[in-house]
């Protein structure tokens, strides 16, 4: 059974055009929710951490935001650089293993 | 400062030969992982270090698989008599705490090819 489930796999937009990414998670007790941006031939780059539902992050034209079940990265007027493939990651409760989803592939076409 | 550092980058090995990837985490970070990411897939937790306390081996897929960390720093991982369907990116991760809620500051990974 999937913790973490990532839509969608893939994501095309126009440069300027906002949209969202979708992460939902099942775990018993969430300790923290990540986010990383992966470009190919890098590793995973961290960008936010969220720790209860309401909890809203910001970095540029990137905004996480957390409920009890799922979390939304929102992309505001992208640029061709924000093209990456976005991962979504959970800690729970005991247990010390950060769990990922499968990723959203973003391309932002100029 | 330095980030994790990963060798080497890539490493094409016949089925059957031993391989010994390295890990060199961020100065001063406690907590050590190991992941794998195939195509397609998601990242793969393989084993958890954390200061001197006993390694999390729940991850490894099979005991054809080990780790070390020595001196609480560098962590090689070593596949013993590969198999094509070992071939995957390896990403080592360092944290400089022990507690799950700090991040996860991955290396750039090592791809391995079993031929």
């Known amino acids: 059974e999937d913790q973490v489930t990532q839509s969608p796999e893939a994501l095309r937009l126009q440069e300027g055009e906002s949209s969202s990414l979708n992460c939902s998670y099942t775990v018993s007790g969430l300790r923290g929710l990540f986010w990383y941006r992966q470009d190919p031939g890098k590793g995973p780059e961290f960008l936010f951490t969220?720790?209860?539902a309401g909890e809203e992050k910001e970095k540029e034209r990137l905004k996480a935001t957390l409920t009890k079940k799922e979390s939304f990265l929102h992309i505001t007027a992208p640029k061709p650089e924000d093209s990456a493939t976005y991962l979504c990651?959970?800690?729970?409760?005991?247990?010390?293993?950060?769990?990922f989803g499968t990723g959203t592939r973003l391309t932002i076409i100029p | 400062g330095a980030g994790v550092s990963q060798s080497p980058s890539n490493k094409v090995t016949e089925k059957g030969k031993d391989v010994e990837l390295r890990c060199d985490p961020i100065?001063?970070?406690?907590?050590l992982y190991w992941y794998r990411q195939s195509l397609g897939q998601g990242l793969e937790f393989l084993i958890y270090f954390q200061g001197n306390s006993a390694p999390d081996k729940s991850g490894l897929p099979s005991d054809r698989f080990s780790a070390e960390r020595t001196g609480g720093s560098v962590s090689t991982l070593t596949i013993q008599r590969t198999q094509q369907e070992d071939s995957a990116v390896y990403l080592c991760a360092s944290s400089s705490r022990d507690r799950g809620e700090s991040p996860l500051h991955f290396g750039n990974g090592t791809r391995l090819t079993v031929t």
């Open positions: 990651a959970v800690f729970e409760y005991g247990n010390e293993k950060l769990t």
């Open positions: 100065s001063g970070h406690t907590a």
């Open positions: 969220l720790y209860s």
